[in-house]
Every structure is written in structure tokens, then in C-alpha cells.
């Protein structure tokens, strides 16, 4: 079958850093997505990693590992506005998109 | 100016009924996709179309049912609702281009409520 795992809950300082893990296990790879979701709101795209190595966006930055079947989405100086679940995804051999249940990122002052 | 749309924003019915959600996309885009959301957050695949093919997650009964009048349009329809279909339904689109990626581009959700 396919999975996707990744931690339920973070907890980090604001102005800290924060790495949230994603593993896959998916009938081929597209790549992987990781998206931004607020509470009652849409997701919306943060990044997408094809290839071995660091994607760096601003503040945040993907890394993808394809023969470990691992990425991480690194968060810098972090912000109040940050909380939200960050949803990891990956694209299949058939372009379907298997998603994770998301990691849910709490900020504290 | 708005990418995705749907509508209503909220729904709340009683058991047994029928109903519909309306999605419109003005990206472009060729493939659009319905998605669950429940309480536990988990964001679960139910429908991607495009006007040549329809894939349909199997775990969704057949109570529900897309219908597409045109490539910007992808309604869901759902029949004798039930009181575990209370959820959030997104509606999404994405270019869906063999060796390239496919960013879905996401509606604001219904939140459906069944009493």
C-alpha cells in the first residue's frame, strides 16, 4: 500500500527554527509536495522537490532524499503566523497525489 | 478574480436529503478534484476528473457523484446524506501535464453539516 508519515504535532518558539519529517512509501514518485493549511482554511502551496537536495523559498525551505524516501520542510525565524498544519504529498507513477495527514505546527511566544 | 470557487461556503441539512456543491475553476486548468476533509484533519482523495477521465477513489460510496458541465466545472452531488458526510469538501484544479508537476490550486472548502 501507499503511506505517507509524518509527526501529528509540533511545538516551536517564535524566531526558532523547526524541521517537519515526511516518509514515504508510494508506487512510484513524481515528486512531493508540501502545502500550507490555516484552520478553516484551503491549503496552499508551499513547495514542490523532484530532485535530491535543498529547495530553498524565503524562510522556508524542502528537502527531498528519493532513495530514503524522505523530505523535511525547514521553517526559519519563525512567526505567530506559521501556525497552521503542513500537509506533505507525493505524486505517483500514475500522477495521483497521496497525501499525509498533515503535521500540526503550534508557535509560542 | 477568484482562482477556485465553490458554493455555499456552508450547508446544513438533514439526514436523507440530497445535495449539491458547485466548483468553478477560470485557471484553465484540465483536471479538477473533490477532496474530504474530516475532523480529524485528513485530507482524503474522493474524485479527480478531467474531461477524459474520471477517477474515483473506491472507498466513496456511490451516494456520491461528480458532474461536469464543462472543463471549468466539477459539481458534487450527493444523494440520502448521512451523518458521517459532516466534513469539509474542497474542490481543487491542476494542470495535469505527463513530466511535469501538477500543483492543485484549492477552493476555500464546504463545510457540510448533517444533522
Known amino acids: 500500500g501507499q503511506n505517507i508519515d509524518q509527526p501529528t504535532e509540533m511545538t516551536a518558539t517564535e524566531g526558532a527554527i523547526v524541521q517537519i519529517n515526511c516518509t514515504y512509501q508510494t508506487s512510484g514518485f513524481n515528486g512531493l509536495f508540501w502545502y500550507q493549511q490555516h484552520a478553516g482554511e484551503a491549503p496552499t502551496f508551499l513547495s514542490y522537490n523532484v530532485l535530491d537536495g535543498l529547495e530553498e523559498k524565503g524562510r522556508f525551505s524542502s528537502f527531498l532524499s528519493r532513495s530514503k524516501g524522505y523530505s523535511y520542510l525547514l521553517l526559519k525565524e519563525l512567526q505567530m503566523k506559521d501556525s497552521a498544519s503542513y500537509l506533505c504529498a507525493v505524486v505517483d507513477s500514475n500522477y495521483q497525489l497521496i497525501w499525509g495527514a498533515g503535521t500540526k505546527l503550534i508557535i509560542k511566544p | 478574480d477568484t482562482a477556485v470557487s465553490q458554493t455555499p461556503k456552508y450547508l446544513v441539512t438533514q439526514m436523507g436529503n440530497d445535495k449539491s456543491i458547485k466548483c468553478e475553476q477560470n485557471?484553465?486548468?484540465?483536471?479538477m478534484y473533490w477532496y474530504k476533509q474530516d475532523s480529524k484533519k485528513f485530507l482524503k482523495i474522493m474524485f479527480s476528473y478531467n474531461n477524459k477521465e474520471l477517477i474515483i477513489n473506491e472507498t466513496v460510496p456511490n451516494r456520491f457523484s461528480p458532474k461536469s458541465p464543462d472543463k471549468a466545472h466539477l459539481n458534487l452531488h450527493i444523494n440520502s446524506l448521512e451523518l458521517g458526510d459532516s466534513a469539509v469538501y474542497f474542490c481543487a484544479s491542476s494542470v495535469r501535464t505527463s513530466g511535469d508537476y501538477n500543483e492543485q490550486f484549492f477552493g476555500p472548502g464546504t463545510r457540510l453539516t448533517v444533522l
Open positions: 485557471l484553465g486548468h484540465d483536471t
